[in-house]
């Protein structure tokens, strides 16, 4: 219990950290919105723009104002475009995290499988063929991978819509068929990497004296590889699927742009380049949180997976 | 508590895609200096590449900045350009090299060319010059801080350790696409003349944590051998004892990772041309290339997937010389 008290302790400072990173990250881009939003040089009108939108208090009345109402779920007004950062979160996030959510689970699924396997049978025909796909999934950019199966089967095949998202309430079978691709795309080099990982962590797994023991008691191979080896593997494992959310958002980005969706990558996107200050510091730090938490929670998994975490 | 270490070396082996580090086969010892055929293909497109970053501006015959030339060759009459691959050849300047020998403007357009009627082909042998000199120099860059900051924290611990691995950590955890995208934004503003450096920064920014990790990992494990030691205890100063005994087994490590580092670059770059933050309108790049391609992608696929090709035969030889390089020296590590 006192860990978990000590870890939630850092947990609020790191966040706290992070709204001032998200905070100055964005104040620190040249041009402002009172320029982007008076036509003209007028100079006087831009710095009445700039009285109206409370750009010429101090930076840290700004900064109390902003993380006083994020906390409270409140994030901010846009200068310009139509609709309300908080509601654009509620619409966006969800939309980012089951794109996550669905290609962590199917990455993780297929690699963990394909990664006991090949340790156990390496250097076997079906290992060189998972190797060779590896690499090809971790050298050919998300951008490709993602035009590519577009191309194929939206505009070739027509299985699946061409851009968009359907909700899961709205559409159980339309959700699943606008998130095939997107997933699909993100989840390639996600199995490559888990794979791989998973796969040289097994091979060194498996020369331990437990495993030599487990196999002198006469167990099955299928129930030593996946209750013995599988479980002091997975720990690099679980790590880097928790790091590997701020790789999966970035290529999220691109994924978004290519198959039209409306999540929280492309949002930020766009509230960067056209300086929607208080908005584009909203998204940062939701997209931080998200990560935080997330490698919060894997930190708990390893005292489930490790019992000497647990104990010490 | 996990420890820290373990952690982040996790993770640069995430971000850096470990080679397949399976048992060595038995006759991996006669063959490991050798390249393979592999290595050679891979080193070969590389050179290619390089000749064709330095004599593109010669290769190049057909307009590929201003187009109205190459719209009308490839117009059906209907005023409306077509970007078809081959076959699109300008029926006019053929007519008229029938009729007075004048072969100039009498071109080919192999791969089409793009809805402001520029050449494809040629833009992209062009933007070979652009995409190698900012996937080199900020991957040169970067290995250059990353490794200094990596020996420092390596060698030294302590309190300097500290600062440097938590700063590193913090680095990474941003999404590499987003802080590349902030960068830009605060480097270049509005102004696209200081697009390309830049992106050179952001991308050196980016990549600096990376490599930082690999140098600081392997400078812990080295500094603790004999060799080290010894040099310690004849009383070399840290300076003699970082670059005469450290760095050289340091020094394999981040070239195999720097290697991944450019294909991750070239590929950062073209993403961030994607969202709208490449290389300025009179610069080309292959990323460039392909951001423009991709509003006509619909009806002209090929306008995205012919620039996309040699990226992803670059990134793919880059990463296989990477492990290469990265399986021999582990090789040779575990040998001594």
């Given at each position: 219990m006192r860990l978990l008290g000590r870890r939630f302790l850092q947990l609020i400072v790191v966040m706290?950290?992070?709204?001032?990173?998200?905070?100055?990250?964005i104040r620190m881009l040249p041009g402002d919105p009172a320029e982007l939003l008076v036509p003209g040089i007028d100079q006087a009108r831009i710095e009445q723009a700039r009285e109206d939108l409370g750009l010429k208090k101090p930076l840290y009345e700004q900064y109390g104002k902003w993380a006083g109402n994020f906390v409270t779920g409140d994030f901010g007004k846009y200068y310009r475009a139509a609709g309300d950062p908080t509601g654009?979160?509620?619409t966006s996030l969800p939309?980012?995290?089951?794109?996550?959510?669905?290609t962590q689970i199917v990455a993780l699924v297929i690699a963990i499988p394909l990664g006991v396997l090949t340790a156990y049978k390496s250097d076997s025909f079906f290992d060189k063929g998972a190797n060779i796909f590896a690499f090809l999934g971790l050298s050919i950019p998300a951008f490709v991978v993602g035009y590519l199966l577009k191309q194929v089967f939206v505009f070739q095949l027509d299985w699946?819509?061409?851009?968009?998202?359907?909700p899961l309430s709205e559409s159980v079978s339309g959700h699943f068929k606008a998130a095939v691709l997107?997933?699909?795309?993100?989840?390639?080099?996600?199995?490559a990497v888990y794979f791989r990982l998973l796969r040289s962590d097994m091979i060194g797994t498996l020369q331990e004296d437990f495993i030599t023991m487990a196999r002198a008691k006469g167990l099955k191979s299928r129930r030593i590889l996946f209750r013995h080896a599988l479980r002091p593997s997975s720990l690099t494992l679980l790590t880097v699927a928790g790091l590997n959310v701020g790789t999966l958002i970035s290529s999220a980005v691109i994924v978004e742009n290519i198959y039209g969706i409306d999540g929280m990558g492309l949002k930020l996107v766009r509230s960067v380049l056209s300086r929607e200050y208080v908005a584009a510091q909203s998204f940062i730090a939701v997209i931080g949180i998200l990560f935080v938490l997330i490698n919060f929670l894997v930190d708990f998994l390893y005292t489930v997976l490790d019992p000497r975490i647990r104990h010490a | 508590m996990p420890e820290i270490s373990s952690a982040s070396t996790a993770a640069t082996v995430e971000a850096l895609s470990p080679a397949p580090s399976g048992p060595q086969p038995k006759g991996a010892g006669a063959t490991k200096r050798k390249l393979g055929l592999g290595g050679w293909i891979a080193a070969s497109w590389l050179i290619l590449i390089v000749v064709i970053s330095i004599v593109a501006p010669l290769l190049v015959s057909s307009p590929t900045t201003e187009g109205t030339r190459s719209v009308r060759a490839c117009g059906n009459g209907s005023g409306l350009p077509i970007y078809e691959p081959l076959g699109c050849r300008d029926r006019e300047a053929v007519r008229n090299q029938r009729k007075d020998g004048n072969a100039e403007g009498a071109v080919t357009h192999v791969a089409g060319v793009d809805s402001a009627g520029r050449d494809v082909f040629s833009r992209t042998l062009l933007g070979t010059r652009t995409t190698l000199i900012i996937g080199v120099v900020s991957i040169v860059l970067a290995t250059l801080l990353g490794g200094l900051f990596g020996l420092l924290s390596g060698y030294f611990r302590g309190r300097v350790d500290t600062v440097v691995s938590t700063?590193?950590?913090v680095m990474i955890a941003f999404p590499p696409l987003i802080l590349a995208l902030l960068l830009v934004l605060n480097f270049a503003g509005d102004k696209d003349t200081r697009r390309v450096p830049a992106i050179i920064i952001a991308l050196t920014v980016v990549a600096t944590p990376i490599l930082g990790r690999i140098a600081r990992v392997s400078t812990l494990t080295w500094s603790q051998r004999e060799f080290v030691m010894a040099a310690k205890a004849l009383g070399a100063k840290p300076a003699r004892i970082i670059f005469r005994e450290v760095l050289p087994n340091v020094a394999p490590a981040m070239m195999s990772i720097a290697m991944l580092g450019i294909g991750i670059a070239i590929v950062t770059e073209s993403s961030l041309a994607l969202i709208g933050l490449g290389v300025p309108d009179d610069t080309v790049s292959w990323g460039s290339v392909v951001a423009q391609g991709?509003?006509?992608?619909?009806n002209f696929p090929h306008l995205v997937f012919v620039p996309s090709v040699p990226i992803?035969?670059?990134?793919?030889?880059?990463?296989?010389?990477?492990?290469?390089?990265?399986?021999?020296?582990?090789?040779?590590e575990s040998a001594l």
């Open positions: 706290f950290l992070l709204s001032i990173v998200a905070f100055g990250s654009d979160v509620k939309i980012s995290l089951q794109l996550m959510l669905y699946f819509p061409e851009r968009g998202w359907v997107p997933v699909a795309t993100l989840v390639i080099a996600q199995i | 700063l590193f950590d991709g509003a006509d992608f619909r992803v035969i670059t990134v793919c030889c880059l990463n296989f010389l990477g492990d290469a390089l990265r399986k021999k020296f582990d090789v040779r």
